[in-house]
């Protein structure tokens, strides 16, 4: 359904989002690692995507909350990204 409605950029009216991302949060980096292998294996193509970023709690603190902006973020397509790339 993520692929669709940004496929078809179908916030854009309502939310005036064209595209946009979605963020998991995982309690440890197994999670995250299992969550982003199984989103490659959900695409059509196998090749994974960017729509999907995820990370591990243990992989950001609080203390310093700016580093989740950082390419700290697994991707099912390729290496890690930060957010706002």
């Known amino acids: 359904m993520y692929w669709k409605h940004n496929r078809e950029e179908r916030f854009k009216s309502s939310l005036g989002v064209a595209h ?3 963020l ?4 440890n980096e197994t999670r995250a690692e299992n ?3 199984a989103a490659k294996e959900a695409d059509d193509r196998k090749t994974g995507s960017n729509l999907f970023l995820f990370l591990a ?3 950001y603190s609080l203390v310093k909350p700016e580093a989740v ?3 700290i973020w ?3 397509k390729d290496e890690k990204h930060g957010i706002l790339e």
């Open 20 to 22: 946009f991302r979605v």
């Open 35 to 37: 969550l982003c292998r």
């Open 74 to 76: 697994a991707s099912p």
């Open 69 to 71: 902006l950082s390419p």
């Open 57 to 59: 709690e243990t992989q």
């Open 24 to 27: 998991t949060i995982t309690p």
